[in-house]
């Protein structure tokens, strides 16, 4: 079974602009969880879609958005970038509320 | 507010002995903690999971420990291999929240041929 898939796995963006990642989850797979890295923060919990809704969000500003489509594929939205938004950003799938398989991540620069 | 946290930034293991990862969390509404692997430039890879039902949990060389009046969580792997070289993170979730987990700052773990 083929694992998590995200694209591109590198991106660089200008601040001001805006982006797009995007997520593909293992098949039968409901649940997109994203995350943020950064140096010493661990992972920081973005937002969870289940079944094309968000089910949990975290305490990220409103630029970061996303959206799950039919299929299940998601993409997460940064709009306005700012030089702290750089960051390895890591997508998760699930069946429903269990283990969660991580893609590779995309890493993004704003220069 | 970080509700996870693994205090021990490093750790260096002789190969062939025992390598023990701390987690320890403040909300005792977790019900479900994960122990993954990442490498660099790769994303986390799943190890062993632990429900807040049981106190251990074993799958090869990895044993997970829970302690839920302590409030903490550990990773036993037996014995360390050179491969096991990684930082580990420690994951755990609230209850009725969906999928939403809360992750440890993380442990590099070196073990040494």
């Known amino acids: 079974k083929a694992g998590v898939t995200q694209t591109p796995r590198y991106l660089i963006k200008t601040r001001g602009q805006q982006v797009t990642l995007s997520c593909s989850p293992i098949?039968?797979?409901?649940?997109v969880s994203w995350y943020q890295q950064t140096p010493g923060q661990g992972l920081q919990f973005l937002f969870e879609y289940f079944s094309e809704t968000q089910r949990n969000k975290g305490n990220f500003p409103g630029r970061f958005s996303g959206r799950q489509f039919s299929n299940s594929r998601s993409e997460m939205n940064v709009s306005t970038l700012e030089l702290g938004d750089s960051a390895l950003y890591l997508c998760a799938s699930s069946r429903y509320t269990d283990t969660q398989y991580f893609g590779p991540g995309t890493r993004l620069t704003v220069l | 507010d970080q509700q996870v946290k693994q205090n021990s930034p490093s750790l260096s293991v002789q190969e062939g002995r025992i390598s023990i990862l701390n987690c320890d969390y403040t909300n005792s509404m977790f019900d479900y903690f994960l122990w993954y692997k990442k490498y660099p430039a790769e994303g986390p890879t799943f190890l062993i999971s632990i429900s807040s039902i049981k106190d251990k949990n074993e799958d090869g060389r990895f044993t997970v420990f829970l302690n839920k009046s302590a409030k903490h969580l550990s990773l036993h792997i037996v014995p360390s291999q050179p491969g096991d070289s990684a930082v580990y993170f420690c994951a755990a979730r609230l209850s009725n929240t969906g999928n939403q987990f809360y992750f440890g700052t993380g442990t590099s773990l070196t073990v040494i041929p």
């Open positions: 098949s039968g797979h409901r649940s």
